[in-house]
Structures are given as structure tokens and as C-alpha cells.
């Protein structure tokens, strides 16, 4: 059993006119440290929802040219069957051989659409592997594992990524999965602990923010100290795109700001958050200390 797999799951940096920041975008590819440079564009934390398609393929392609199309995993996850198809012609024409595809969502749909859906697009795609992206509460759609039993059955199903409470499936979704097929969480407090039942690995929000923490906890496994760092930093950052995208901002003087609607930081949690990142934050045994 390998380490775990780190996927950035990349928000999108908008300027103060809202206009995506593509130098903010390059920057942020860019100091992604070796070897954990395989990224998600486009996704729920990249706010895929208040972009427009031409807005995506050009992400997908800048992350293409700055890190090589085989590190990055194109969302394709729309409203339609038709708009996801075109994205994926798109990325690839950009040379990308992965995609993430959201189940349908925002209409109610039971679980056989949801495998009819992933069916016509696997049947009707360029031949690119492809994750299935099960999060029942931002779609209101559930799969149980009998259902991604059918959906891994498909060509070109190279896995499934799972956020939320499908995370409280994770046995059932690895049973249903073939040997050679992928299970990713997207809980970054499982970082260490995936692979023990049986999953590749994490597609974090946290990591492409702040990911020393986490490159601590890799080099030092099975240790409270580095659960606890990567813990303190999912506490403060959380699943919370305006928190991770303030830590950016903190981090790089660019605005950062987001598209979408979102709760406002008060005070004390800005203040949080600038400390955690003005302290490259690190848990040992002894406590809190700088990284080094």
C-alpha cells in the first residue's frame, strides 16, 4: 500500500472586478510543490457554477500548459449531458486525458438516472477516464455502492471521487469499484487515513492553500502530531472557499475574491486565519511551531 495521492482541488482567483486572475491562476500552479502537482479545475471549490464554458476550457488549458495536460483533471460536471460533453471535446482538444464528472443536479433525479447519465456520457465521450463525483448535498442526488457497482462498470469509469456524507460509504464504494479503479475523498482530514480502506487518495481544498502541513504529515505517517497538523488547518480553513481564498490573499497581495455568494468572515476568523498563515503552521510534540 502506497502513500495517498494528493489532487489540489483549485479555487479560481477573481480580481476586483470579478474577471478571472489568470496570472493569480499561474501563480498559484506554479508553487505547487513536487511530486503532489496533479490538480482539479474547475470543480466545487473552483466555483464551477458561476463560470462560463469558455472561462473553464481556458483553466483547464492554462493548468495544462503550466504543469502538462496528464496533471490535471478537468470538471466537466454541468447542468446538461450536452454542455458536459462539449467541455470534455474540449479538454480534449487540449490534450487532457482526465475528467471529473458531477452527477445530475439542482432537479431531483433517482439513482438509475444517475447511472443512465454517466452511461450516455461514457458512451458518447472521446475516451478520456473519467471519475464519477458523487456529493449528495451540494446535487441531491445519492448513489448507493450497488449503484457505482453499474457506474464503474462502464467504459472508460477510471473511478470515483466522493465528498460529504458519501463519505460515509467508503467501504461500499471500494467493494464496488474493480481492483484497478481509484477512490478518492474529498475530505482532507482523511488524508491519512484513506488508503487504510482502500482508497488512492484525497482531492484536497486545503493543500494548494497552505501545504506544508500536509507535506509533514506524508513524511511522517500513523502520528497524532500529524493528524493534528492537518486537523488544525481543515479547522480554520475548512471546506470554506471564502477562508481558503482569504488565505491566499493573505498569502500572495492579490484580491482573491469570489464569485459566488458566500457567508462574511468576521474579524476574529480573518484574524485566524492570518495567523495560521503567518506561522506556516506545524503541530509536534511540542506544540506549535513555524515550519521549516
Given at each position: 500500500?502506497?502513500?495517498?495521492?494528493?489532487?489540489?482541488?483549485?479555487?479560481?482567483?477573481?480580481?476586483?472586478?470579478?474577471?478571472?486572475?489568470?496570472?493569480?491562476?499561474?501563480?498559484?500552479?506554479r508553487?505547487?510543490?513536487?511530486?503532489?502537482?496533479?490538480?482539479?479545475?474547475?470543480g466545487t471549490t473552483g466555483e464551477f457554477p458561476a463560470l462560463s464554458d469558455?472561462?473553464?476550457?481556458r483553466l483547464f488549458g492554462v493548468a495544462a500548459e503550466e504543469l502538462g495536460p496528464d496533471r490535471v483533471v478537468a470538471h466537466v460536471g454541468a447542468g446538461?449531458?450536452?454542455?458536459?460533453?462539449?467541455l470534455t471535446v474540449a479538454a480534449a482538444e487540449l490534450g487532457l486525458t482526465r475528467l471529473a464528472l458531477l452527477?445530475?443536479?439542482?432537479?431531483?433525479?433517482?439513482?438509475?438516472?444517475?447511472?443512465?447519465?454517466?452511461?450516455?456520457f461514457s458512451a458518447r465521450q472521446p475516451g478520456l477516464a473519467t471519475y464519477a463525483y458523487l456529493f449528495p448535498e451540494r446535487t441531491g442526488a445519492t448513489v448507493s455502492p450497488a449503484g457505482l457497482a453499474t457506474i464503474s462498470g462502464l467504459e472508460h469509469v477510471r473511478g470515483v471521487k466522493v465528498s460529504g456524507?458519501?463519505?460515509?460509504?467508503?467501504?461500499?464504494?471500494?467493494?464496488?469499484?474493480?481492483a484497478d479503479q481509484e477512490l478518492y475523498t474529498g475530505d482532507d482530514r482523511r488524508l491519512l487515513t484513506i488508503t487504510g480502506v482502500g482508497g488512492t487518495g484525497?482531492?484536497?481544498?486545503?493543500?494548494?492553500?497552505?501545504?506544508?502541513?500536509?507535506?509533514?504529515?506524508?513524511?511522517?505517517?500513523?502520528?497524532?502530531?500529524?493528524?493534528?497538523?492537518?486537523?488544525?488547518?481543515?479547522?480554520?480553513?475548512?471546506p470554506s472557499i471564502a477562508r481558503q481564498k482569504l488565505a491566499l490573499a493573505r498569502q500572495t497581495g492579490r484580491p482573491w475574491r469570489a464569485r459566488m455568494?458566500?457567508?462574511?468572515?468576521?474579524?476574529?476568523?480573518?484574524?485566524?486565519?492570518?495567523?495560521?498563515?503567518?506561522?506556516?503552521?506545524?503541530?509536534?510534540?511540542?506544540?506549535?511551531?513555524?515550519?521549516?
Open positions: 500500500m502506497g502513500p495517498p495521492v494528493v489532487i489540489s482541488a483549485l479555487p479560481t482567483p477573481f480580481d476586483t472586478d470579478l474577471e478571472v486572475d489568470e496570472p493569480a491562476f499561474r501563480e498559484l500552479l508553487r505547487l510543490p513536487e511530486p503532489h502537482r496533479d490538480v482539479l479545475v474547475a469558455a472561462e473553464r476550457v446538461s449531458l450536452s454542455q458536459a460533453l462539449a452527477t445530475p443536479y439542482y432537479l431531483p433525479v433517482e439513482e438509475q438516472q444517475v447511472v443512465d447519465y454517466v452511461g450516455e456524507s458519501a463519505n460515509d460509504h467508503l467501504a461500499g464504494y471500494r467493494a464496488a469499484l474493480r484525497v482531492v484536497s481544498g486545503c493543500f494548494p492553500v497552505l501545504p506544508q502541513p500536509f507535506l509533514d504529515a506524508l513524511q511522517q505517517p500513523g502520528g497524532a502530531a500529524a493528524q493534528a497538523s492537518v486537523d488544525r488547518v481543515v479547522d480554520v480553513l475548512g455568494s458566500m457567508p462574511a468572515l468576521g474579524d476574529e476568523v480573518g484574524q485566524e486565519i492570518e495567523a495560521l498563515v503567518d506561522s506556516g503552521f506545524r503541530v509536534s510534540s511540542g506544540g506549535r511551531r513555524p515550519a521549516q
